[in-house]
């Protein structure tokens, strides 16, 4: 089993840009997490996909950001007109659902936003 | 409002000694606390966790403590290795009938064991 897989690992973007970062969940997951990462903040829940239907997206700030799950192998997360306090590491956490709890972290893209 | 609080920010201990790490929370519903490892440059890695039904859980070298009446718990680590230096998450999350379970971590507790 590979873990939960993100992509890239690092991005790069401009002031403005949009940036795309990709979460392959553990297969047979079927609830998938978005959580940031930050010095100051620390860990922080975006959303939550579950069947890939969006359960919970009260962390997500309400402008340039959204997220999908397309189909149960992959979620996105996006960030339109990228400003620097989204420099952050974004982490994709995946979990069996039915009963158990476990949620399993994949490394990280480490968004930085010159 | 932080709702899951860590102590100490870092903690250094010698290597064989029993490192504490202190979690405490204030929503009641909180239900399930699981511990977090991470290394620099990976995601967080899932250490060990526990019920609220359940006072102790132990799993090798570690366990958990949990007091619900006082919202308190702690992770000991036994026979600390350099290995186990990293920071340490306390998380916990609420089953609201089984439609949330998001996790809300506390600040983390950097370990570092000396040889």
């Known amino acids: 089993n590979a873990g939960v897989i993100q992509t890239p690992r690092h991005k790069v973007t401009g002031k403005g840009q949009e940036a795309t970062l990709w979460c392959e969940p553990i297969?047979?997951?079927?609830?998938v997490f978005w959580y940031r990462q930050t010095i100051v903040q620390g860990l922080e829940f975006l959303t939550y996909?579950?069947?890939?239907?969006?359960?919970?997206d009260s962390g997500m700030p309400k402008e340039r950001f959204s997220a999908q799950m397309p189909n149960q192998s992959h979620s996105t997360l996006k960030i339109q007109s990228t400003q620097p306090q989204d420099s952050a590491v974004y982490l994709c956490?995946?979990?069996?659902?039915?009963?158990?709890?476990?949620?399993?972290f994949g490394p990280g893209t480490r968004l930085t936003v010159l | 409002q932080q709702q899951v609080r860590q102590s100490p920010q870092s903690l250094t201990v010698w290597e064989g000694e029993t490192a504490i790490l202190n979690c405490s929370y204030e929503n009641s519903a909180f239900d399930y606390f699981p511990w977090y490892q991470q290394f620099p440059g990976e995601g967080p890695a899932l250490l060990i966790a526990i019920r609220s039904v359940s006072d102790k859980k132990e799993d090798g070298r570690f366990t958990i403590f949990f007091n619900k009446r006082e919202k308190k718990l702690s992770l000991h680590i036994t026979d600390s290795q350099p290995g186990d230096s990293a920071t340490y998450f306390c998380?916990?999350?609420?089953?609201?009938?089984?439609?949330?379970?998001?996790?809300?971590f506390g600040k983390g507790t950097l370990l570092t064991v000396t040889p």
């Open positions: 956490a995946s979990s069996y659902w039915g009963g158990s709890y476990e949620q399993y």
């Open positions: 998380a916990a999350s609420a089953d609201s009938g089984g439609s949330n379970y998001k996790l809300t």
């Open positions: 297969s047979g997951h079927s609830a």
């Open positions: 996909f579950r069947n890939q239907a969006p359960i919970d």
